[in-house]
């Protein structure tokens, strides 16, 4: 494995950078507009229930599982 993992497998508190969208034209051009772009930090804010909620920059978003699965990050590290 090259170190990556879908956003939806980490928990709270876990920092990570984004490394790859594996989605449609249609939901990367989405993502991309939230802020979720190569390279980006991302934090997983809560991850207890059927979404979950990360903050990019300065925003905080409500994601379903589904679509974290298909943002791929690295370097997680805990911070909480």
């Not at 939806?8 to 034209?25: F, M, P, Q």
């Not at 229930?49 to 690295?74: C, H």
Request: charged share 20%.
């Amino acid at each position: 494995m090259d170190g990556t993992c879908p956003l939806a497998l980490l928990a709270a508190g876990t920092e990570a950078k984004v490394a790859d969208i594996r989605a449609g034209k249609g939901m990367q051009a989405r993502l991309f507009g939230m802020g979720f772009c190569p390279d980006a930090r991302v934090k997983v804010q809560c991850a207890d229930r059927g979404s979950i909620i990360v903050s990019v920059g300065d925003a905080r978003y409500a994601l379903s599982r589904g679509i974290a699965m298909k943002i791929l990050v690295g370097c997680a590290k805990e911070t909480a």
